[in-house]
């Protein structure tokens, strides 16, 4: 009931398409879902994230989409450019209680 | 946002042997964390750093084999201790800047490889 499931394991895009990064989770008790990106040879950085109580959430070329009763969100990154390639992990927590992270999505965008 | 800096950097240990990594945080924090990281994976816990008092292990996770040390709101240190092989992977230390918000900053990692 403490995982996060994440899908794809790759993905590669071609420059200017929508990159799509999926996570499902079972715990409803969870009520904070980040999105990390790590870049090789770095530590995970904070992309954006969203709490249950909002259905979409947009920062620039990433967006977060949230499916409270599917117990889905998804990471959208629309235009994708090849400094997007990186590996992005999905996550959830609640307060007093560790992160748990999904397994990783590994993208690349050909130029 | 915090800046996290982590050292060494990386290294190459040899098998048996123990090697201490260092954190530093540039602000107090309450939350300080230990991360696992195995080339290709995703992040696994090891154990929270709690100022004054022993840290708190996850399972799997014991003292023994991975003492940590935090002496003040800005500095905690993870020993591996007695390495084999299977110990070679990226150790991650994060914080959790603003209390109960979810959200962590990690700093660049240290790359231990067990020869």
């Known amino acids: 009931q403490q995982q996060v499931k994440q899908s794809p394991q790759s993905l590669i895009v071609q420059k200017g398409g929508i990159s799509i990064i999926n996570c499902a989770y079972e715990?409803?008790?969870?009520?904070?879902f980040p999105w990390y990106q790590q870049f090789p040879g770095k530590g995970p950085a904070l992309l954006i994230a969203?709490?249950?109580?909002?259905s979409e959430k947009k920062e620039g070329r990433f967006t977060i989409s949230f499916n409270k009763s599917a117990k889905q969100f998804s990471l959208h990154i629309m235009d994708s450019q090849p400094g997007d390639s990186a590996t992005y992990f999905c996550?959830?927590?609640?307060?007093?209680?560790?992160?748990?992270f999904g397994a990783g999505t590994r993208l690349f965008v050909k130029a | 946002s915090a800046v996290i800096s982590q050292k060494p950097s990386r290294d190459i240990c040899q098998r048996g042997t123990s090697l201490t990594i260092q954190c530093q945080v540039d602000s107090q924090v309450t939350m300080m964390f230990w991360y696992r990281q195995q080339p290709g994976q995703s992040l696994t816990l090891i154990a929270t750093?709690?100022?004054?008092?022993?840290?708190?292990?996850e399972s799997g996770f014991v003292i023994d084999k991975f003492p940590i040390s935090r002496p003040n709101l800005t500095f905690s240190t993870l020993t591996v201790s007695n390495m084999s092989p299977e110990d070679s992977s990226i150790y991650l230390c994060?914080?959790?800047?603003?209390?109960?918000?979810?959200?962590?900053?990690f700093g660049e990692g240290s790359r231990l490889t067990v020869l």
């Open positions: 969203i709490r249950p109580d909002v």
């Open positions: 996550a959830a927590s609640q307060e007093g209680f560790k992160t748990i």
């Open positions: 715990n409803t008790a969870f009520d904070y």
């Open positions: 994060s914080v959790e800047h603003r209390v109960d918000t979810g959200e962590l900053f």
């Open positions: 750093a709690n100022q004054g008092s022993e840290a708190t292990y």
